[in-house]
T-cell receptor, first 113, second 112 residues
Framework: ELKVEQNPLFLSMQEGKNYTIYCNYSTTSDRLYWYRQDPGKSLESLFVLLSNGAVKQEGRLMASLDTKARLSTLHITAAVHDLSATYFCAVGLMKTSYDKVIFGPGTSLSVIP | DAGITQSPRHKVTETGTPVTLRCHQT?????MYWYRQDPGHGLRLIHY???????DKGEVSDGYSVSRSKTEDFLLTLESATSSQTSVYFCAASGGREETQYFGPGTRLLVL
């Protein structure tokens, strides 16, 4: 059974600082997704990582995937208040033709001045 | 949002009544999903569809049924609503396993 963990679950950081959110999963997977959710809103896709060593960057966010370690990271550079949200990783199940994924519990990020 | 709408957006119902939630997409995505989101549980898959009239169960399917008679519509039915089904329900759609899932705005359901 695929299990997905995120660390930390809650993160309060100051503007301008850097930090990393970790996503660990328990079995082999070939794809991983990062989503953002603002309070009371839907989920917004951030990144799709499809291979070992994949790295993607968008603005102050950079995501990477290490399939051998079963680990993905979401690195935040020089945080700003607008990045306050909950971030979910989701891991795709192998041997499925459809996009079935298991979501992590989410990391609630609060960026304070 | 890739053209995904959900209706209703909010609903209050009583225990024991049937409830149907509708998801509509305009992008001709093959795969569609229903999730529920509860505090402390993240998102959990209820049912999914991999084509018209092709559906299967997810992690938490008990008490729910689905139907997909057209590519664009995916219906979720709570056959006899219970208070434990109070939740926020999200519909999602994707074009395939290497593509992201696009989520609808969500439906807040309260079962009294």
């Amino acid at each position: 059974e695929l299990k997905v963990e995120q660390n930390p679950l809650f993160l309060s950081m100051q503007e301008g600082k850097n930090y990393t959110i970790y996503c660990n999963y328990s079995t082999t997977s070939d794809r991983l997704y990062w989503y953002r959710q603002d309070p009371g809103k839907s989920l917004e896709s951030l990144f799709v990582l499809l291979s070992n060593g994949a790295v993607k960057q968008e603005g102050r966010l950079m995501a990477s995937l290490d399939t051998k370690a079963r680990l993905s990271t979401l690195h935040i550079t020089a945080a700003v208040h607008d990045l306050s949200a909950t971030y979910f990783c989701a891991v795709g199940l192998m041997k499925t033709s459809y996009d079935k994924v298991i979501f992590g519990p989410g990391t609630s990020l609060s960026v304070i001045p | 949002d890739a053209g995904i709408t959900q209706s209703p957006r909010h609903k209050v119902t009583e225990t024991g009544t049937p409830v149907t939630l509708r998801c509509h997409q305009t992008e001709n995505h093959r795969y569609m999903y229903w999730y529920r989101q509860d505090p402390g549980h993240g998102l959990r898959l209820i049912h999914y569809s991999y084509g018209v009239k092709d559906t299967d169960k997810g992690e938490v399917s008990d008490g729910y049924s689905v139907s997909r008679s057209k590519t664009e519509d995916f219906l979720l039915t709570l056959e006899s609503a219970t208070s434990s089904q109070t939740s926020v329900y999200f519909c999602a759609a994707s074009g395939g396993r290497e593509e992201t899932q696009y989520f609808g705005p969500g439906t807040r359901l309260l079962v009294l």
